[in-house]
């Protein structure tokens, strides 16, 4: 049976957990990069072993640390992410954000999403990156992009790129802001996918500049469909439809359908998981009134059942970003999330109870199941 | 050659707290300290040649921001991560 590997990154360094077969005990490895700003923290799938850590420090520019090792020793990239240079007012990547491993047919294929926006590839398993000119470069995506300053506090964000499994010339990626887009010729060109989604009251849905999705999610056993948390409620897409659904709608009205993360089940297309927050008023972030749960459907979105058995029930003010909940692919699933508070929680079986499995960490920026080679 | 004063944050690419190189600019000493300790200046320098924004240098005590300015060999470049509170 394959061992559960959790890859936790956090505003101050990175942490592995192992599990023993029955994942009921971890034995923590850590910190790595201590003081370190790890956006995210990425195990190959492919060989199992590979590791890649998006890095910056408060004050150092950005890098890519790479592990074959499993963390036992580290590589700095020889080329990190770096937009192309070029005259005033060109961009410079502040962090790299989020990575992606390429599909099981282009074994040492990466991809990496940065903040401000941007798109990168890498061929030799992360040691150099090239940026794909076709988004960074592109006047109308730049367009949608807007400026640093357009962006939320930490920066405008890439991410959630995805492969599709079946074809490596069909990708998409979303942007916080700027939309969520596709490509089926291996990143040459790109195109809108919004029909559906929702952006705040009294802007033009039809301009990708005001949607923010929050991290989209494709169906491994199912890949024409997709799952997505936004700004604006939640939604599923089923290709070749170009028409989000809002499924959001179905959840219960006082905790409503705003947050970051989301989770598809790895066999069942009909499940996923959401962690909502408060998206009222000023945008607290925070579990809504303070009793955080995990939301779960069953039947594609058209109801959502709460699962909070093990969570606190009351006073727990925490905010799940977009890379803080995963699961593995045991048999029930093992569902997993990491606070802003540094808490890191989970469940054997899907959610039915929880339990934390650590705390104490800075905050939790992401965190990743992984099968260990 | 210039002496250069690493701080604490990049000394696990020198490993040590003063090293020296060369360069007729302290652009050109940057990249002579990457030649030396691969990594190093695209942490304090971004790919647009800009300084990044948490980091100063100093040239014989005097703060710089251009990175063509002009140094001697027996000049003292500081690399200081921008101090801050809180």
């Given at each position: 049976?394959?061992?559960?590997?959790?890859?936790?990154?956090?505003?101050?360094?990175?942490?592995?957990?192992?599990?023993?077969?029955?994942?009921?005990?971890?034995?923590?490895?850590?910190?790595?990069?201590?003081?370190?700003?790890?956006?995210?923290?990425?195990?190959?799938?492919?060989?199992?072993?590979?590791?890649?850590?998006?890095?910056?420090?408060?004050?150092?520019?950005?890098?890519?640390?790479?592990?074959?090792?499993?963390?036992?020793?580290?590589?700095?990239?020889?080329?990190?992410?770096?937009?192309?240079?070029?005259?005033?007012?060109?961009?410079?990547?502040?962090?790299?954000?989020?990575?992606?491993?390429?599909?099981?047919?282009?074994?040492?294929?990466?991809?990496?999403?940065?903040?401000?926006?941007?798109?990168?590839?890498?061929?030799?398993?992360?040691?150099?990156?090239?940026?794909?000119?076709?988004?960074?470069?592109?006047?109308?995506?730049?367009r949608w992009m807007g400026?640093?300053q357009d962006g939320t506090p930490?920066?405008p964000k890439?991410?959630?790129?995805?492969?599709?499994?079946?074809?490596?010339?069909?990708?998409?990626?979303g942007m916080s802001g700027g939309g969520f887009?596709?490509?089926?010729?291996?990143?040459?060109?790109?195109?809108p996918?919004l029909d559906g989604m929702e952006v705040v009251e009294g802007f033009d849905p039809a301009d990708p500049t005001f949607h923010d999705p929050h991290c989209?999610?494709?169906?491994?056993?199912?890949?024409?469909?997709?799952?997505q948390q936004n700004h604006c409620g939640i939604y599923?897409?089923?290709?070749?439809?170009?028409?989000w659904?809002r499924?959001g709608r179905?959840?219960?009205?006082?905790?409503g359908d705003v947050g970051f993360?989301?989770?598809?089940?790895?066999?069942?297309?009909?499940?996923?998981?959401?962690?909502p927050m408060d998206g009222t008023s000023v945008w607290p972030r925070?579990?809504?009134?303070?009793?955080?749960?995990?939301?779960?459907?069953?039947?594609?979105?058209?109801?959502?059942?709460?699962?909070?058995?093990?969570?606190?029930?009351?006073?727990?003010?925490?905010?799940?970003?977009r890379?803080?909940?995963?699961?593995?692919?045991?048999?029930?699933?093992?569902?997993?999330?990491?606070?802003?508070?540094?808490?890191?929680?989970?469940?054997?079986?899907?959610?039915?109870?929880?339990?934390?499995?650590?705390?104490?960490?800075?905050?939790?920026?992401?965190?990743?199941?992984?099968?260990?080679? | 050659?210039?002496?250069?004063?690493?701080?604490?944050?990049?000394?696990?690419?020198?490993?040590?707290?003063?090293?020296?190189?060369?360069?007729?600019?302290?652009?050109?000493?940057?990249?002579?300290?990457?030649?030396?300790?691969?990594?190093?200046?695209?942490?304090?320098?971004?790919?647009?040649?800009?300084?990044?924004?948490?980091?100063?240098?100093?040239?014989?005590?005097?703060?710089?921001?251009?990175?063509?300015?002009?140094?001697?060999?027996?000049?003292?470049?500081?690399?200081?991560?921008?101090?801050?509170?809180?």
């Open positions: 049976m394959a061992r559960v590997l959790l890859l936790v990154a956090t505003r101050k360094g990175a942490w592995l957990f192992h599990d023993d077969p029955r994942r009921r005990a971890w034995r923590v490895d850590g910190p790595h990069f201590l003081g370190h700003v790890v956006h995210h923290l990425v195990l190959d799938p492919r060989d199992g072993r590979t590791l890649l850590a998006a890095a910056k420090t408060g004050h150092l520019g950005p890098t890519v640390f790479r592990s074959t090792t499993l963390g036992r020793t580290w590589t700095e990239a020889a080329r990190p992410p770096a937009f192309a240079k070029g005259g005033e007012g060109a961009r410079a990547v502040d962090h790299t954000f989020w990575l992606t491993p390429g599909p099981a047919s282009e074994p040492g294929s990466w991809y990496a999403g940065t903040s401000p926006q941007g798109l990168f590839r890498s061929v030799d398993s992360g040691a150099t990156w090239e940026p794909l000119s076709s988004v960074n470069d592109d006047p109308t995506l730049r400026t640093v930490d920066g890439l991410h959630s790129i995805l492969v599709d499994p079946r074809d490596p010339a069909h990708l998409y990626f887009h596709e490509t089926t010729d291996g990143g040459r060109t790109w195109t996918l989209v999610r494709l169906c491994p056993s199912n890949p024409d469909r997709l799952y599923r897409l089923d290709r070749p439809s170009r028409e659904v499924i179905s959840m219960p009205r006082s905790v993360t989301m989770v598809v089940h790895p066999r069942d297309a009909d499940t996923a998981c959401v962690l925070t579990s809504p009134g303070g009793r955080p749960a995990v939301y779960v459907t069953r039947n594609s979105g058209r109801s959502w059942r709460r699962l909070d058995a093990g969570l606190p029930r009351r006073q727990a003010w925490w905010t799940v970003k890379q803080a909940m995963s699961c593995d692919a045991r048999d029930p699933v093992g569902l997993y999330f990491g606070t802003t508070s540094g808490e890191l929680w989970s469940s054997r079986d899907e959610g039915g109870r929880w339990s934390c499995l650590a705390r104490h960490l800075p905050e939790i920026y992401a965190v990743e199941a992984a099968e260990r080679a | 050659m210039a002496r250069v004063r690493i701080p604490t944050p990049l000394r696990s690419y020198t490993g040590r707290a003063e090293v020296e190189a060369e360069g007729a600019t302290l652009g050109a000493l940057l990249s002579d300290l990457d030649r030396l300790y691969p990594g190093l200046r695209f942490r304090v320098v971004d790919e647009q040649e800009r300084t990044r924004p948490h980091v100063r240098f100093f040239v014989n005590g005097e703060a710089v921001r251009d990175l063509g300015r002009p140094l001697s060999p027996d000049d003292v470049v500081f690399i200081v991560p921008a101090l801050s509170g809180g």
